[in-house]
């Protein structure tokens, strides 16, 4: 995903996805606002970084480096396994009378076959190593137990750019894969850490309609709760707010659109609620006579 600006001054962040925009011509895969996202990785981050959490990761970095060089002593024995078995098959070859051509022939065939096992041994090792997370040395122990006693008092200092915690973010970061379509109403997020561990988090987005709301049948059935506390609409916005429900353009709750996340009749209609319904009817009642007497004249 790249980064593009919306909004009347350009100064809104989103991500967006181009690629199929760019290769068929259609419209935008996905769009995610960055705001929240951006938060969330950052507080992933400094919460990963806390002195505890590190000596917890150095602990097991640590395993993980006996483990990797437990299997890099394997992989040596048998890089050595074929490489010998080549040498030995080229020493074969080279003993051989010349007079005897099939036996130079056969044996030159098993010495090149010997050379492509070597071959092939050198570059599944190398694929390996290049899967394997990365080693941490002393000089690294070091920064990194430093990192984490002083990383919150630098990422909130004011000389502190958005550059230099972009470069903070990539020292522990490898890449953020977001996806809006997998989860309603959420957007996922898959961290793939510089060791080569990931982590998956979710936040939640602002939707334009309730039917993509995160939890609405969670929501509705509290509506509902409260409603039979005869509560006002007022009163259930101001509770929702407090137990942290959102409404679904990331705003809160206020008693005029509580009764909007269900569609008609879902909710019994609390005191407040039926005025507020009845006076709407009355106007689109008056509104759709005036327009029968129009066109009647």
């Known amino acids: 995903m790249s980064m593009r600006y919306t909004g009347p001054n350009a100064d809104y962040p989103v991500y967006c996805c181009r690629s199929d925009r760019d290769q068929q011509g259609s419209a935008l895969c996905q769009e995610v ?28 970095a640590g395993q993980l480096e006996q483990e990797s060089r437990q299997l890099e002593r394997q992989w040596a024995l ?30 030159e ?46 990422w909130n200092a004011a000389t502190t750019s958005a550059a230099d915690r972009k470069r903070i973010l990539r020292f522990v970061i490898r890449e953020v894969v977001l996806d809006q379509k997998r989860t309603r109403g959420q957007v996922w997020l898959k961290i793939v850490w510089q060791t080569g561990a990931t982590s998956e988090h979710h936040v939640q987005r602002r939707v334009h309609t309730y039917r993509n709301y995160i939890d609405i049948d969670r929501l509705r059935q509290r509506i509902v709760e409260l409603n039979a506390e005869h509560q006002m609409d007022g009163e259930i916005a101001a509770i929702l707010n407090q137990e942290g429900f959102v409404a679904a353009r990331g705003c809160a709750f206020k008693g005029e659109n509580v009764w909007c996340c269900g569609p008609p009749g879902a909710f019994p209609p609390s005191k407040s609620t039926a005025w507020t319904r009845i006076r709407c009817a009355g106007l689109m009642a008056a509104s759709r006579f005036r327009a029968q007497r129009l066109s009647l004249e």
């Open 109 to 154: 065939r098993a010495w090149e076959d010997k050379l492509r096992v070597v071959e092939a041994v050198e570059q599944q090792h190398a694929r390996w190593r290049a899967q394997e997370p990365l080693l941490i040395g002393p000089a690294e122990r070091t920064g990194l137990q430093a990192l984490g006693e002083n990383l919150p008092r630098i």
């Open 33 to 60: 606002r960055a705001l929240a996202v951006d938060a969330l990785v950052e507080r992933v981050v400094l919460d990963a970084l806390v002195p505890d959490q590190i000596a917890i990761a150095l602990a097991a």
């Open 78 to 107: 048998r890089v050595e396994r074929a490489r010998y078995e080549a040498e030995r098959a080229r020493r074969q070859y080279d003993a051989v009378e010349p007079e005897n051509r099939l036996v130079a022939r056969s044996l």
